[in-house]
């Protein structure tokens, strides 16, 4: 063994003994993942459900009753008849009901002499992503309605067109299986520029990091046995949250572990040493939290496409998610996880992480050098 | 033999402002030396020059005779460093930590367990190497830090405030284990250290001020420089501050201290002959000088303006009622957590006077402190302050008392008028009677300049002045001090003292709290507080083992009698 190898071994034990005694590093790194992941994966739900909705009827007639009934019935909606229009009005106003079905005067008579019913939907535009469903529902259950009814006035028609829906990848549409790859590079995210800055933060203020930098061990051999045994400790991480996703969480998983390790190793040294980077920049712990929430977690949350879909973004925006890690990880996660090994998907997504992980290292032994030396 | 260090024509920017400023000195190989400056003067930056850690801007360093830069790995493989803090890693053990430090630097496994050994007893941490790192008491931490670097036997060690913040008896053991260091295993040292007692016992001083080197050579030398322009003048407790500020407005004095039963008066030169109305009224004569006399004098010779010590209006603070002492306690007593930790305490202190409290940090201390403050109800006795019963009329005895619980501005990012005024309003002050008080402590303070700089940017003596004002501004019978002087440097300790002979000479009581002998002798009365009571006045003081007899619970403190107990030779006029 050479001297400097000796010193890195040393240098690594010293982290995994420190990180073994310390409850707070080791709940930071594995617990907390693990239960933020399984409050997101059940507690947070982009899918619409029961969102109140008020069904004004003026006039009840069997045609209006028929169509009510339909929004009774659909799982969407929790449906509330209302018969006084001012009351009706008034609860959509103070957002007790989520959008108003009317059907007043002129759709009971149209509805009877035309079989061409005027329907008017109000929706509460607050939360566009809840206005679009209830409108689209309304529309569509209103011309099912309609057309069941023209159906009924002729049977036995042949010429209807029926459409049978079919989503791939994520057939239920359950948006928990969008969500948990995001999740995960999200807590990684987090976590793993958190760990490494606090804790090289915290050796400056407690003048340790000194002591060892006065000793032949080099300000660079003690920043990469810091990302060397934090690399481990966060793939640790993403393996246990990978068996929670799949196993307890029930998300598929359908490509193979070569991709995804390739990913997790790439994505986790990015983190570290955006982690490192905030830490040589920043005085102390506090100053490093700070950064680190600006600059990992921000970033993560909203420039990955967890959450909000890129591809609506304006241009300046995406080139700007080009530097975010999390945005190719999220969509190695989503590929492997969801769809499988598609290597035209995933090479470049690969590719923007190695770019990513390589800058970001050589960064932290540029700023080393000069920051410390 | 090559010296062990030589720094030329050293210069250290950052920002473009010099913190280090053309700084030479030749330490000779086995010595052991340190470095003296106020907070902000340098220290930490010429010692992590020293070590390699910093490079000059200009000039060099040479460490036996190899060059810190261009050499930096010969030099780091023979240098052990102890940074500020507590540099060791709390989670791991005594010996995890030392078997890091060997591991880095290469040392040899069989030579390992031999060296181990002898280094635990050098640094006296036998029995301790199981012991996680965060179990130690500070000054055993101080120890596993020195013991980490000496772990390759390097031949200068470099230490940078190794003894802040422990109490007198383990910084006098600390600096016999360097001096056995230097002696025994000729390992050549360089600390920096706030503390003129300890600087008086190294072979050499470096004084910094601001970046620049003010003064540098054997303690002795220095010392006895500033012994030619020295007297001591007799004087009486009732009018010593008085005759201070007196002698202050001399002609040729730049400094009096006030000591307990002398002032001790430095002239601009040796030949200069004190006031005849002075000499003739008084009994004067030669002195025995410390080490930051001799600073006092190096600043003046070099143009150094330093703060003059303040006159407080008197009419400023409202005297207490008409015979009711500043403070005055009454069989006290109080418990925590079912444990006595200070009983029968009896404390008087007049208005104008000044009694210290001095002993060894511990509970009781604090417990006593936040009796006196209201933050704690006591089980039994009676607090007054100024004429106020603390536990009847809480708000109205608080409104008497101020506590100074750190040197530092209270607020760093607030000016220091923004402090007055928010001290002042929260001390319930009608704005017609606030602003002449805070106009007029300003201009009394010498803070009238620095009134709209953000205080964290002052000078530590100017950050003591803005705590002080902060104190006085709501015009207390009593200022409390804890124990924020730890961390000053000398001159800047001489400032506290002569701002609170003028605290006391505007006619409020003091109370400090301290476990320096030093202190002590500037006080009117000082006690000896033990654990968990005041076990007597610190004068007359018997002999050391008659005192050791009469404290056996507290080594600390029988250590301390026994220091009051040894003639002192800042007494010479008896």
């Known amino acids: 063994m050479t001297p400097r190898q000796r010193r890195m071994i040393a240098l690594i034990v010293k982290e995994a003994r420190q990180t073994a005694r310390n409850r707070t590093a080791l709940s930071v790194a594995l617990a907390g993942p693990i239960v933020l992941l399984l409050l997101f994966a059940y507690g947070v739900s982009l899918e619409t459900e029961r969102v109140p909705l008020g069904i004004f009827v003026e006039h009840s007639t069997p045609d209006t009753r028929d169509l009510a009934g339909a929004f009774y019935n659909a799982h969407y909606f929790h449906a509330v008849i209302m018969d006084n229009r001012r009351l009706a009005l008034d609860a959509l106003a103070t957002g007790r009901v989520g959008g108003l079905v009317v059907l007043d005067e002129d759709f009971a008579r149209a509805a009877v002499a035309e079989g061409n019913a005027p329907v008017q939907v109000l929706v509460d535009g607050t939360d566009a992503r809840i206005a679009r469903t209830v409108s689209n529902y309304a529309e569509g259950a209103v011309a099912t309605w309609l057309a069941q009814r023209t159906l009924a006035g002729r049977i036995g028609s042949a010429n209807s067109v029926g459409t049978a829906p079919r989503v791939w990848f994520n057939s239920e549409i359950k948006s928990r299986y969008f969500l948990v790859p995001g999740i995960i590079g999200l807590l990684m995210a987090v976590i793993g520029p958190l760990l490494s800055a606090l804790m090289v933060a915290r050796e400056r203020e407690q003048g340790t990091m000194d002591s060892i930098l006065a000793t032949p061990a080099s300000p660079r051999e003690f920043m990469y046995a810091k990302l060397i045994f934090y690399m481990s400790l966060g793939v640790a991480a993403m393996s246990l949250m990978l068996l929670v996703s799949v196993h307890v969480i029930e998300v598929p998983f359908r490509g193979t572990l070569k991709p995804l390790v390739m990913a997790t190793m790439l994505f986790v040294a990015c983190n570290l040493a955006l982690g490192l980077l905030i830490s040589i920049t920043s005085r102390n712990q506090l100053a490093a939290v700070r950064l680190t929430l600006t600059t990992g977690f921000l970033p993560a949350y909203m420039l990955s496409g967890f959450l909000f879909d890129l591809r609506n973004a304006p241009a300046p925006i995406q080139w700007l998610s080009l530097i975010v890690p999390s945005h190719y990880f999220v969509s190695i996660l989503q590929t492997t996880l969801l769809v499988g090994d598609e290597w035209p998907i995933l090479l470049p997504d690969l590719g923007g992480l190695a770019v990513l992980a390589i800058a970001l290292i050589a960064g932290v032994g540029l700023l080393v050098r000069r920051r410390l030396s | ?574």
Not at chain 2, 83 to 88: A, F, N, Y
Request: with cysteine.
């Open chain 2, 1 to 574: 033999m090559t010296d062990a260090i030589v720094s030329a024509g050293l210069v250290k920017r950052v920002a473009g402002a010099a913190v280090i400023d053309q700084v030479d000195f030749t330490m000779p190989s086995g010595e052991l030396w340190s470095v003296i400056a106020p907070r902000g003067g340098g220290r930490t930056t010429l010692i992590r020059l020293i070590a390699g850690l910093s490079r000059p801007d200009a000039g060099a360093i040479q460490i036996f005779g190899r060059d810190t830069v261009r050499e930096a790995t010969a030099v780091q493989a023979i240098i052990g460093y102890v940074p500020q803090g507590v540099g060791s890693y709390d989670t791991l053990t005594v010996g995890e930590n030392f078997k890091l430090h060997a591991d880095l630097r290469g040392v040899a496994p069989d030579i390992r367990p031999a060296r181990w050994r002898h280094i635990l007893g050098l640094s006296g941490l036998i029995n301790l190497t199981d012991r996680r790192a965060a179990d130690l008491p500070l000054s055993a931490r101080r120890r596993l830090a020195l013991a980490c670097a000496l772990a390759a036997m390097p031949r200068l060690l470099l230490l940078d405030e190794l003894t802040a913040g422990l109490d007198p008896v383990a910084r006098g053991e600390m600096l016999e284990v360097l001096r056995r260091l230097a002696s025994d295993e000729k390992i050549s040292i360089f600390m920096s250290t706030t503390y003129v007692d300890e600087a008086e016992r190294c072979d050499g001083v470096v004084f910094l001020t601001d970046g620049r080197l003010v003064g540098r050579g054997a303690p002795r030398e220095l010392t006895s420089l500033a012994g030619r322009r020295m007297r001591a003048v007799a004087v009486t407790a009732a009018d010593r501050h008085a005759t201070a500020a007196w002698l202050r407005e001399q002609d040729g004095v730049i400094d009096v201290d006030v000591q307990r039963t002398c002032l001790k008066v430095i002239t601009d030169h040796a030949g200069r002959k004190l006031p005849s109305q002075c000499a003739a009224a008084l009994p004067s004569g030669p002195t025995a000088p410390r080490l930051d006399d001799a600073f006092v004098c190096l600043l003046h010779d070099r143009g150094v303006a330093m703060l003059a010590a303040p006159v407080l209006h008197p009419t400023t603070p409202p005297r207490p009622p008409s015979g009711s002492p500043a403070l005055d306690v009454r069989g006290l007593a109080a418990r925590q957590q079912g444990r006595v930790l200070v009983h029968d305490i009896e404390l008087t202190v007049a208005p104008g006077e000044i009694v210290g409290l001095i002993g060894p940090d511990g509970p009781g201390k604090d417990l006593l402190i936040r009796l006196l403050c209201g933050l704690e109800r006591p089980s039994a006795g009676i607090i007054s302050i100024g004429g106020v019963d603390l536990g009847t009329d809480r708000r109205r005895a608080l409104s008497r008392l101020a506590h100074i619980d750190s040197a530092a501005s209270p607020y760093p990012d607030l000016t220091p008028l923004q402090i007055l005024q928010f001290f002042a309003s929260a001390g319930s002050q009608r704005r017609a009677e606030r602003e002449p008080r805070i106009g007029s402590l300003l201009t009394e303070l010498g803070l009238k300049g620095a009134a709209a700089a953000p205080s964290g940017s002052l000078s530590t003596a100017l950050q003591w002045r803005v705590a002080l004002a902060a104190a006085l501004v709501s015009a207390p019978a009593l200022v409390l001090l804890g124990a924020p002087r730890a961390h000053l440097d000398p001159l800047t300790r001489r400032l506290v003292w002569s701002d609170i002979g003028a605290v006391a000479a505007a006619g409020i009581g003091v109370l400090v709290a301290s476990q320096a002998t030093d202190d002590a002798e500037r006080c009117d009365r000082a006690l000896l507080l033990d654990f968990d009571r005041i076990a007597g006045p610190a004068w007359p003081a018997g002999d050391p083992e008659a005192a050791a007899r009469k404290h056996p619970r507290s080594a600390a403190l029988a250590a301390l009698s026994a220091m009051f107990a040894r003639p002192r030779h800042g007494r010479s006029a008896e």
